[in-house]
T-cell receptor, first 110, second 111 residues
Framework: EAQVTQNPRYLITVTGKKLTVTCSQN?????MSWYRQDPGLGLRQIYY???????DKGDVPEGYKVSRKEKRNFPLILESPSPNQTSLYFC?????????FGPGTRLTVL | GEDVEQSLFLSVREGDSSVINCTYT??????LYWYKQEPGAGLQLLTY?????DMKQDQRLTVLLNKKDKHLSLRIADTQTGDSAIYFC???????????FGTGTRLQVFP
């Protein structure tokens, strides 16, 4: 089944403790991206990657890092999480202008 | 800059039609999309329309695009309780897969 998977689905952590949210797709898509969803703001793009080893900032990249060592994986790294990064995070991959979203990761930073 | 606006809430009776509206500022968009997000789930692509089209119909869904007014709408005919969700409009632009999302409209369907 074609899908985008994210792990973990839920995470509660404390300020400053590094964390990684994994994202994997099995559709051989070149383009992948991360979004965060906040009430009243919709989804905003954090980072995107057009192919392996090619990543670029989206609209709200501060406090986040990404890597794209393999086509299928696109992890999101928070080196020192802060409470304002409490949000719902979505990974997506796309082909022919159609985006496929993962199920989301709800992150709470205390 | 890009800005996509939606009203936050819409409440309709089961069996009625729902119309969810979206306005955008950047007229250079290539495609406009409607996504549905059910509670606790990711985003599901419902339909999309190419920017040079005025209307697209897909079963109970009708998308209307008014490029002059930069207004996009989604009409759901015979709305059911299973249609209760948050609906996002989004736009994309030439040569990029990036999506600019609206703020989302929460549709509540009551019996």
């Amino acid at each position: 089944e074609a899908q985008v998977t994210q792990n973990p689905r839920y995470l509660i952590t404390v300020t400053g403790k590094k964390l990684t949210v994994t994202c994997s797709q099995n559709m051989n898509h070149e383009y992948m991206s991360w979004y965060r969803q906040d009430p009243g703001l919709g989804l905003r793009q954090i980072y995107y990657s057009m192919n392996v080893e090619v990543t670029d900032k989206g609209d709200v990249p501060e406090g986040y890092k990404v890597s794209r060592k393999e086509k299928r994986n696109f992890p999101l790294i928070l080196e020192s999480p802060s409470p304002n990064q409490t949000s719902l995070y979505f990974c997506a991959s796309s082909f022919a202008l159609t985006q496929y979203f993962g199920p989301g990761t709800r992150l709470t930073v205390l | 800059g890009e800005d996509v606006e939606q009203s936050l809430f819409l409440s309709v009776r089961e069996g009625d039609s729902s119309v969810i509206n979206c306005t955008y500022t950047d007229s250079s968009s290539t495609y406009l999309y409607w996504y549905k997000q059910e509670p606790g789930a990711g985003l599901q692509l419902l339909t999309y329309i190419f920017s040079n089209m005025d209307m697209k119909q897909d079963q109970r869904l009708t998308v209307l695009l008014n490029k002059k007014d930069k207004h996009l709408s989604l009409r759901i005919a015979d709305t059911q309780t299973g249609d209760s969700a948050i609906y996002f409009c989004a736009e994309s632009f030439d040569n990029t897969d990036k999506l600019i999302f609206g703020t989302g409209t929460r549709l509540q369907v009551f019996p």
